[in-house]
């Protein structure tokens, strides 16, 4: 086990200059990490998400932290994401691997679904910000 909770023997999906962990592992040199979580309240399905950016030593680079209003989880997982990607690119972070725990997340976001389900244009903006078709 290393600093990041993982080790490297996990594979990770690649797209251009965004590639999607499911695991805890370190970024390879020159890319940063994007430690990230939603939560929904089992009361009123009232969400929010949240994370960090580090870089491939595990040092701070950026937070956030933000309400969703209501959200289903793999909402508030896929919002984080959105969420870690525009904040890497708003730093002009050219390499960031956002990291979920959510296969589900991350299955919808490779291979989509209907046009009609409430998370699609959450999926669609991670897809055109990350260049990940």
């Known amino acids: 086990m ?3 909770g993982g080790d490297q023997k996990h594979p990770r999906v690649m797209h251009n200059n965004v590639s999607l ?4 592992n370190p970024p390879q040199v020159e890319w940063f990490l994007i430690n990230r979580d939603g939560v929904v309240s089992q009361r009123n399905s009232f969400a929010a998400c949240g994370g ?4 491939c030593e595990g040092a701070f680079i950026a937070g956030f932290a933000n309400k969703l209003g209501q959200s289903s989880v793999v909402g508030a997982e896929l919002w984080g994401i959105l969420r870690g990607i525009k904040l890497g690119l708003q730093l002009n972070l050219s390499k960031v691997v956002p990291e979920t725990d959510s296969v589900q997340a991350l ?3 490779e291979n989509g679904f209907l046009i009609t389900h409430s998370d699609f244009s959450i999926v669609q903006q991670i897809k055109e910000k990350s260049a990940y078709s």
């Not at 962990?21 to 805890?24: A, C, G, K, L, V």
């Not at 960090?52 to 870089?55: A, N, Q």
């Open 107 to 109: 299955h919808y976001i």
């Open 52 to 55: 960090v950016i580090r870089d």
């Open 21 to 24: 962990s499911i695991y805890r």
């Open 2 to 4: 290393d600093a990041f």
